[in-house]
């Protein structure tokens, strides 16, 4: 199975701070039709996970454009530009590129 | 507004059987894809496996292949979980999520409905 490798596993923020979280996986996510399956997931506090990129770099409806994501191959960082109050949660990469699918064991997003 | 809605959750003794479902509304059921991924107490989230839009092709994880059986009921909008000889391990919050129609991610989650495997 593909291994997924986030941190760092928690992060503690003040409102208003920058932010990145690192995804690293233990093969290539590129598929044989080149395109590479990383996303990113937020679960608020108490709430189901939300999509929050898909492809690596592609934010999904209603994101604000403070969510960024990077990187290739193995290598992916989401980043978060002026962290609000709502951003709060675990964060979590998944590769669908190989099965089976696979998840991080998520990065802890905290107020300072 | 694409809504997910599982149920069918509880406390289940080892050994037995216990189906879940999800009703699907807001976009067009028979398009998509669906999945079904599990969050262990310990935050842990497994991919359990995935329909393709008409019945036709199920794909799982191994480690649960031979005990876990997806399908769905396009007619009602409706996407199943049958978990047999389910084990402490089984324990989780369960979600019913829709893949991306050419993202193949989880564009969509239910709100999880919980297991709980114990005697």
């Known amino acids: 199975d593909v291994v997924m490798t986030q941190t760092p596993p928690s992060l503690s923020v003040a409102i208003g701070q920058s932010v990145s979280i690192s995804c690293k996986s233990s093969?290539?996510?590129?598929?044989?039709?080149?395109?590479?399956?990383l996303h990113w997931l937020l679960q608020s506090p108490g709430r189901s996970p939300k999509r929050l990129i898909y492809q690596v770099s592609n934010l999904g409806s209603g994101v604000p454009d403070r969510f960024s994501g990077t990187g290739s191959q193995k290598d992916f960082t989401l980043k978060i530009s002026r962290v609000e109050a709502e951003d709060l949660g675990v964060y979590y990469c998944?590769?669908?590129?190989?099965?089976?699918?696979?998840f991080g064991a998520g990065t802890k997003l905290e107020l300072k | 507004e694409v809504q997910l809605v599982e149920s069918g959750g509880g406390l289940v003794q080892p050994g037995a059987s216990l189906k879940l479902s999800c009703v699907a509304s807001?976009?067009?059921?028979?398009?998509?894809?669906m999945s079904w991924v599990r969050q262990t107490p310990g935050k842990t989230m497994e991919w359990i496996g995935d329909i393709k839009y008409d019945g036709s092709y199920t794909n799982y994880a191994p480690s649960l292949k031979n005990r876990f059986t997806i399908s769905r009921d396009n007619a009602k909008s409706t996407l199943y979980l049958q978990m047999s000889n389910v084990r402490s391990e089984d324990t989780a919050t369960y979600y019913c999520?829709?893949?991306?129609?050419?993202?193949?991610?989880?564009?969509?989650w239910g709100q999880g409905v919980m297991v709980t495997v114990s005697s």
């Open positions: 998944a590769q669908t590129t190989h099965f089976p699918n696979t």
């Open positions: 999520t829709r893949r991306g129609y050419y993202s193949a991610d989880f564009d969509y």
């Open positions: 093969q290539s996510l590129v598929y044989s039709d080149g395109k590479t399956y």
């Open positions: 807001g976009f067009t059921f028979s398009d998509y894809w």
